[in-house]
């Protein structure tokens, strides 16, 4: 598929799937036409938020609640699907993705340490910076076991999901301990957008750009390091200090995802295939590729969850659960049969 029609396509199922999230919820009474929702959104002063207290209901819905929740989807699942993407290119594994290798654990460890023993940091700009830090070293830990045991590509799954399944014990423990601190953890580790608001946002966006853009100047890199460690080392890259420096940006992109909406999976995984079949594995148009395609399908699974079952909602990680369990199921068929 050509590059430009892929990114053409893709841009305008983006906005036409954003427009839809703010048209439609779990609730009918609260629908509004997209020319309604283009009038509200033009008659709101941005800047200093006149016009929405005086909005009516409908208004305050589409500004407070549903324009969050579409930027919030896009961000996150830009975010995760460049993650994944930067991970199965590092790893040389095509089955790693945030969720699956433990980074998303890790992560929300963190989340759940700091809203159990600083309450305050619920409040404050704290939570993305603590995920960084949890994706991170959930990352570097399912590296250097894998490296300790023969750094194959199923060993490095295997350890991932090991250290998952630690973590997430050890949360369990903390919620069990601590189960008032905690309101709202199942949501969190099923993954959800509902409740989400600019000022939660902002700091997770501000995290997530800073490692898009510096993933997106060093594609060259990327690409040389995914030609295996013999072949970079031999064109002279320093391949142990970039894999590292791509760990990093790559628990960056994940720990801001997931200090917005929890623990999401399947992002990672689906979108960088499906990119890398479209658009071939080169780095400089594999990772734009993902951002807008992550972007779309994290807004599209949202979209389902809230009008499958009106006027109930289904978080959108039971939506990705049941997408991403078969795909994941075939892509290890497939590549059994490789």
């Not at 991170?136 to 490095?156: D, N």
């Not at 199942?186 to 509902?194: A, K, Q, V, Y």
Request: hydrophobic share 55%.
């Amino acid at each position: 598929m050509k590059t430009s029609r892929f990114f053409a396509v893709t841009f305008c199922l983006l906005l036409v799937t954003g427009l839809l999230s703010l048209c439609l919820g779990s609730a009918s009474q609260a629908s509004a036409s997209p020319l309604r929702v283009l009038k509200i959104l033009t008659s709101v002063n941005w800047f200093n938020g006149t016009g929405i207290a005086d909005a009516d209901k409908t208004a305050r819905i589409i500004t407070l609640i549903r324009l969050p929740r579409t930027l919030g989807a896009w961000i996150a699942g830009a975010a995760v699907a460049v993650s994944g993407a930067v991970l199965q290119g590092v790893l040389a594994n095509p089955l790693a993705a945030p969720g699956i290798i433990g980074i998303h654990a890790g992560a929300g460890l963190l989340v759940v340490l700091c809203l159990a023993f600083l309450p305050a940091a619920a409040a404050a700009p704290v939570l993305p910076f603590a995920a960084f830090a949890g994706a991170l070293g959930a990352a570097l830990l399912v590296v250097a076991i894998a490296q300790k045991t023969g750094a194959s590509r199923i060993t490095i799954v295997l350890a991932g999901i090991a250290v998952s399944y630690v973590l997430n014990g050890i949360i369990d423990t903390i919620t069990t301990l601590v189960p008032d601190a905690l309101g709202g953890y199942s949501d969190f580790r099923i993954g959800g957008l509902d409740g989400l608001t600019m000022t939660k946002i902002v700091p997770s966006a501000c995290i997530i750009a800073a490692a898009l853009i510096v993933l997106l100047l060093l594609t060259n890199e990327l690409d040389v390091l995914t030609l295996g460690e013999d072949t970079a080392a031999g064109l002279g890259m320093r391949t142990a200090g970039m894999r590292i420096l791509f760990l990093i940006l790559s628990a960056a992109l994940a720990g801001g995802a997931v200090s917005m909406c929890g623990m999401i999976s399947f992002v990672g995984l689906i979108v960088p295939h499906i990119c890398r079949r479209l658009l071939g594995a080169e780095s400089g148009r594999l990772l734009p590729g993902c951002i807008l395609g992550g972007a779309f399908f994290l807004n599209i699974c949202d979209l389902i969850g809230r009008l499958a079952a009106r006027p109930y909602e289904l978080p959108v990680g039971i939506i990705l659960s049941l997408i991403g369990g078969p795909f994941f199921i075939a892509l290890i068929l497939r590549r059994h049969r490789q």
